[in-house]
């Protein structure tokens, strides 16, 4: 085998999925089509369960002082996030480019290997491995390999060639996008809708503002490259009155609206993460988030799968758990280009969400779907509001100092916090120590109230995710842990 896991694409997604791989102990090879990063800004920031991923494996520092914001919006109307307690529409002005420089050096610094320059021309399983054919500067060449995921973008060879279904609709609009240097251009953050379309515009810094113009009518092109400048400056012209041609473009971009989704994740050993399992419109910045967060829920499954530490159905819950978010995923950007996008015959339909949204749990419902913290798996049948929910960040005490439910987390490893201080749950799972680190611990400055307040023991997944908590799981431990982390050694 010339690698365990092959991953093909070096985006976000790609990169995320590397490095949980090699925490997990299992060697990967990372194949990316272009020689070199393109440097491009792309998406800006990243949503709070991201961040909350990020710090989860230690790499949020590496992207230094990050600013926040409660202020987002669905389709253009404003929502006040901070109606969920300790969250916020997300990280701010953080270039995609960024993003992908500290996976990268995460991931390499963990021990993935990452060929440039490498493209995928076909692919066959095997039924016990998959053979990769490749184009690299030196050539053709076979990989072998134990499992193939692909994490190569919208138009991914990986899901062509391995015959997924991508059933959906096709985009029927076009949109541009543009970083621009040397105009003055007054600040649209959350957009508006304009008589001939919608608008939207942000400062970057260093003088660059950030414009995307979608003109009502402008219908979906397939483009080879992107469009030219000159084209952009002109359609936000007849949008808003204002010249911009003299500016200098730094990235110039066009999309659509799209609405696709694979029928399966997973056909035999070759898998798709990230926008070769969905495509939709960029709406909320949420594409690059939710694929970073498929890599989070796969990699740790993948790598106990190929280390022979679970069975190979433990993958089957990548589909199960994750095809339902992308599904959520495709209903809200549809549900937010409509609001936005649309024309006039839309504004009643604005005015009544702008009015819901004035309630509490309206925005909280928004906010968590739009944020991705209000995700649930099924994992338990029981009846606590934490099983299947994200793990929070709480401070905890132990023998040896303080630490965190979030660094726990860094090795990407199970851990079950004994809260209670009970012998007999931390002998329950002895057999799985190799897998799932043992913590007793006490919580520190919890409110009274709060989720973890009536707990003795919570089990955690290596994605954050409670899979079994008591007082409240209808399981019990060891099957739990049997179920997640495979037979007791």
């Not at 009518?217 to 003299?246: K, M, N």
Request: glycine share 12%.
């Amino acid at each position: 085998m010339d690698a365990s896991v092959i991953v093909v694409g070096a985006g976000p997604a790609g990169l995320m999925l590397a490095g949980e791989l090699r925490l997990g102990g299992v060697d990967v090879m990372v194949l990316e089509q272009l020689p070199q990063r393109t440097g491009e800004s792309r998406g800006l920031g990243f949503t709070a369960r991201t961040m909350e991923v990020f710090d989860q494996r230690g790499i949020l520092p590496a992207f230094g002082p990050v600013e926040t914001s409660t202020q987002g919006h669905f389709g253009g109307r404003p929502v006040d996030f901070g109606v969920l307690e300790g969250a916020h529409y997300g990280v701010k002005a953080v270039p995609q480019s960024t993003t992908e420089s500290v996976l990268e050096e995460w991931a390499l610094k963990r021990g993935a290997e990452l060929l440039r320059g490498h493209t995928v021309r076909a692919l066959t399983d095997e039924g016990d491995h998959v053979v990769v054919e490749v184009e690299g500067p030196d050539g053709p060449r076979s990989l072998t390999t134990r499992y193939v995921v692909g994490c190569d973008g919208g138009r991914s060879t990986v899901r062509k060639a391995a015959g997924f279904d991508f059933p959906g609709t096709s985009a029927s609009r076009e949109m541009f996008l543009a970083d621009i240097r040397g105009c003055e251009i007054t600040p649209r953050p959350i957009g508006e809708t304009v008589p001939l379309g919608m608008v939207m515009s942000a400062p970057l810094g260093d003088g660059v503002d950030r414009i995307i113009v979608c003109e009502r009518g402008a219908p979906a092109r397939r483009r080879t490259g992107p469009p030219p400048y000159q084209e952009v400056a002109a359609a936000w012209q007849r949008l808003t009155g204002q010249d911009i041609s003299h500016g200098e473009p730094v990235w110039v971009s066009a999309f659509g609206d799209p609405a696709r989704q694979v029928s399966a994740y997973r056909r035999g050993r070759v898998l798709l993460a990230g926008d070769s399992a969905h495509v939709h419109l960029p709406a909320g910045g949420q594409g690059m988030n939710v694929s970073v967060q498929d890599s989070v829920n796969l990699g740790w499954k993948l790598a106990a799968v190929v280390s022979g530490r679970a069975p190979a159905g433990l993958l089957d819950t990548y589909h199960e758990e994750r095809h339902p978010v992308g599904r959520r995923l495709l209903m809200n950007t549809q549900a937010q280009g409509m609001l936005f996008l649309s024309g006039d015959e839309m504004q009643p339909l604005r005015d009544v969400l702008s009015e819901l949204i004035r309630y509490d749990e309206v925005s909280r419902h928004l906010a968590g779907m739009v944020s991705g913290l209000d995700i649930r798996y099924e994992v338990d049948g029981g009846d606590h509001p934490l099983l299947g929910m994200r793990m929070p960040h709480q401070e905890l005490v132990r023998a040896d100092g303080k630490t965190s439910t979030t660094e726990l987390l860094h090795p990407a490893r199970g851990v079950l916090l004994d809260i209670a201080d009970d012998a007999e749950v931390r002998e329950a799972a002895t057999g799985w120590s190799d897998r799932v680190d043992i913590v007793t611990a006490s919580l520190h400055d919890a409110p009274p109230q709060g989720p973890l307040s009536d707990a003795r023991a919570v089990l955690v997944r290596p994605d954050g995710y409670v899979a079994w908590i008591s007082p409240g799981s209808r399981a019990g431990l060891t099957e739990a842990l049997d179920r997640w982390f495979g037979p007791a050694r």
